[in-house]
């Protein structure tokens, strides 16, 4: 059921009535979509409705999923999953070693622009090849739509996104002294290479260098995000720099796919065998605008006002999650998370990824989350509160470090049982359902040896369980592939 609006405001209605709203055409586009999701999530979540399995397919490389569709063999093979089971979409010709795809991102068609060619409308994979080609392949077809040609200097090999559906980087691998140079002495200034590029239509921002002259010794790794450059490094801090004013500021050349350009000797660029030339050529450090000290180098910034979690490098601080103010460094109150589970695997925090500036801790047992309450100028420490809470159902009651066996003798337990023990109800993962506003989660759980899972399908607002679906397979053998 779902609410209708008008002078009886709350009065729901049923599937029926939406349904013919849809085909009279009364209602607008984005009210016409809020109500679609309502109907597909009302029969998602009846009790009558079961989950059957319809197809599967083994395959010794992993298997990607994304936007409806199933990539097999490292992207060559795609399936279609809009029928009532998969269908082969496109079948790729067999790649050469040097020819095969490194990494690849899904392009979605844009809605709100107006692009010179039809083909720039299409959805498309790109994909990076070991040899250095970025190919725009049709998402349908497979059929090549655009190439260009990187370097023969660099050697690229990840794919990300700056901004999604929006701008891509191409990253390099990290340049490293070989033995015999550490041995002789030998250091190379440059550490890595990226490229940036619009899409839709695709198009070069530049190429830029990242070396150690410019950013210092000890850099591990650089990541473009939402217009944030950072860089971390192996004394476990992580630097944010403004990469528009990187742009701006040092970008020596504007640079257009297949035109010529005065850093190539007139050549064209993207095009074999010269590519894309440096066109970003940083002298100096640019400012720093945020700094920090952490575990793994590993720090999120989100949520309102703006906060950043990470874990300081100490081992006093092993296992908990720090929840600061971006303006200031002030940690929030109740900004110290610490599940205190025993478990092989760490627990998780990240921030929601429905934009409601909340954040998610994900451990074996417990998922809580949180919600950061706080004004944006005022001079109080904002506050880290439960917003809801979900828990196994396992017996908590604790395991007797004794047991007895059938022929009368004692054994004492060397090792507690861990959280996430495989025999207990486990939590495994959780993901976020944004059409249709459900939070996932796979549970585990091992009694009977087997290592049955089955998925929990909570409301994103409440926490409340919707629905619990089985899954037939063991999860040891669908959770590398999920």
Same mark, same amino acid.
């Given at each position: 059921?779902?609410?209708? %609006?008008? !002078?009886?405001?709350?009065?729901?209605?049923?599937?029926?009535?939406?349904?013919? %709203?849809?085909?009279?055409?009364?209602?607008?586009?984005?009210?016409?979509? %809020?109500?679609?999701?309502?109907?597909?999530?009302?029969?998602?979540?009846?009790?009558?409705? !079961?989950?059957?399995?319809?197809?599967?397919?083994?395959?010794?490389?992993? @298997?990607?999923?994304?936007?409806?569709?199933?990539?097999?063999?490292?992207?060559?093979?795609?399936?279609?999953? /809009?029928?009532?089971?998969?269908?082969?979409?496109?079948?790729?010709?067999?790649?050469?070693?040097?020819?095969?795809?490194?990494?690849?991102?899904?392009?979605?068609?844009?809605?709100?622009?107006?692009?010179?060619?039809?083909?720039?409308? #299409?959805?498309?994979?790109?994909?990076?090849?070991?040899?250095?080609?970025?190919?725009?392949?049709?998402?349908?077809?497979?059929?090549?739509?655009?190439?260009?040609?990187?370097?023969?200097?660099?050697?690229?090999?990840?794919?990300?996104?700056?901004?999604?559906?929006?701008?891509?980087?191409?990253?390099?691998?990290?340049?490293?002294?070989?033995?015999?140079?550490?041995? $002789?002495?030998?250091?190379?200034?440059?550490?890595?290479?990226?490229?940036?590029?619009? /899409?839709?239509?695709?198009?070069?921002?530049?190429?830029?260098?990242?070396?150690?002259?410019?950013?210092?010794?000890?850099?591990?790794?650089?990541?473009?995000?939402?217009?944030?450059?950072?860089?971390?490094?192996?004394?476990?801090?992580?630097?944010?720099?403004?990469?528009?004013?990187?742009?701006?500021?040092?970008?020596?050349?504007?640079? #257009?796919?297949?035109?010529?350009?005065?850093?190539?000797?007139?050549?064209?660029?993207?095009?074999?065998?010269?590519?894309?030339?440096?066109?970003?050529?940083?002298?100096?450090?640019?400012?720093?605008?945020?700094?920090?000290?952490?575990? +793994?180098?590993?720090?999120?910034?989100?949520?309102?006002?703006?906060?950043?979690?990470?874990?300081?490098?100490?081992?006093?601080?092993?296992?908990?999650?720090? @929840?600061?103010?971006?303006?200031?460094?002030?940690? $929030?109150?109740?900004?110290?998370?610490?599940?205190?589970?025993?478990?092989?695997?760490?627990?998780?925090?990240?921030?929601?990824?429905?934009?409601?500036?909340?954040?998610?801790?994900?451990?074996?047992?417990?998922?809580?989350?949180?919600?950061?309450?706080?004004?944006?100028?005022?001079?109080?420490?904002?506050?880290?509160?439960?917003?809801?809470?979900?828990?196994?159902?396992? +017996?908590?009651?604790?395991?007797?470090?004794?047991?007895?066996?059938?022929?009368?003798?004692?054994?004492?337990?060397?090792?507690?049982?861990?959280?996430?023990?495989?025999?207990?109800?486990?939590? %495994?993962?959780?993901?976020?359902?944004?059409?249709?506003?459900?939070? $996932?989660?796979?549970?585990?759980?091992?009694?009977?040896?087997?290592?049955?899972?089955?998925?929990?399908?909570?409301?994103?607002?409440?926490?409340?369980?919707?629905?619990?679906?089985?899954?037939?397979?063991?999860?040891?053998?669908?959770?590398?592939?999920?």
């Amino acid at each position: 059921m779902a609410p209708c %609006r008008g !002078s009886r405001g709350n009065r729901a209605v049923n599937t029926t009535e939406l349904l013919s %709203r849809r085909s009279r055409g009364v209602e607008d586009a984005g009210t016409l979509m %809020r109500h679609n999701m309502k109907v597909l999530r009302s029969i998602l979540l009846q009790d009558n409705r !079961s989950f059957i399995k319809v197809w599967s397919k083994t395959s010794k490389s992993s @298997i990607m999923y994304e936007n409806g569709k199933i990539y097999f063999e490292n992207y060559q093979n795609c399936y279609s999953c /809009v029928h009532s089971e998969p269908q082969v979409l496109y079948k790729l010709p067999k790649r050469s070693k040097v020819e095969k795809f490194e990494d690849a991102l899904l392009c979605q068609s844009p809605l709100d622009k107006t692009l010179a060619s039809p083909s720039d409308h #299409k959805a498309s994979l790109l994909t990076l090849t070991a040899n250095n080609w970025l190919y725009r392949l049709s998402a349908v077809t497979g059929e090549e739509l655009q190439r260009v040609y990187l370097s023969s200097n660099q050697k690229f090999r990840y794919l990300g996104w700056e901004v999604s559906q929006e701008t891509f980087y191409v990253k390099s691998v990290q340049n490293k002294e070989t033995p015999l140079e550490r041995r $002789a002495g030998i250091t190379h200034n440059t550490v890595m290479h990226l490229a940036i590029f619009h /899409v839709f239509p695709l198009q070069i921002v530049g190429i830029v260098e990242i070396n150690k002259k410019v950013f210092g010794n000890g850099v591990t790794d650089v990541v473009l995000s939402q217009g944030v450059l950072a860089v971390s490094y192996s004394n476990k801090s992580v630097k944010l720099y403004s990469f528009e004013n990187i742009v701006q500021r040092y970008m020596t050349e504007k640079l #257009k796919l297949g035109e010529q350009s005065s850093l190539l000797g007139d050549n064209k660029v993207g095009e074999a065998p010269f590519g894309i030339p440096v066109n970003i050529q940083i002298t100096d450090c640019p400012p720093v605008l945020f700094e920090v000290s952490c575990s +793994n180098n590993g720090v999120q910034i989100g949520g309102y006002p703006w906060h950043y979690i990470y874990t300081p490098p100490h081992k006093t601080h092993k296992g908990t999650h720090h @929840i600061c103010s971006l303006k200031d460094n002030t940690m $929030a109150s109740n900004g110290i998370q610490n599940m205190s589970c025993s478990s092989l695997e760490s627990d998780g925090i990240f921030f929601h990824p429905d934009d409601s500036g909340r954040i998610i801790h994900i451990g074996p047992t417990t998922i809580n989350v949180l919600k950061i309450l706080g004004e944006l100028n005022s001079g109080l420490p904002s506050k880290v509160v439960e917003d809801f809470s979900m828990m196994t159902l396992r +017996n908590n009651s604790p395991t007797s470090q004794v047991t007895v066996t059938s022929s009368g003798r004692t054994v004492k337990r060397r090792f507690h049982q861990l959280d996430d023990d495989p025999d207990q109800e486990t939590f %495994r993962m959780v993901e976020y359902e944004d059409e249709l506003d459900l939070l $996932a989660v796979v549970v585990t759980n091992g009694e009977e040896g087997e290592g049955r899972a089955h998925i929990r399908l909570h409301d994103n607002q409440n926490g409340q369980l919707q629905r619990t679906i089985d899954l037939l397979e063991p999860w040891d053998e669908v959770s590398s592939s999920t």
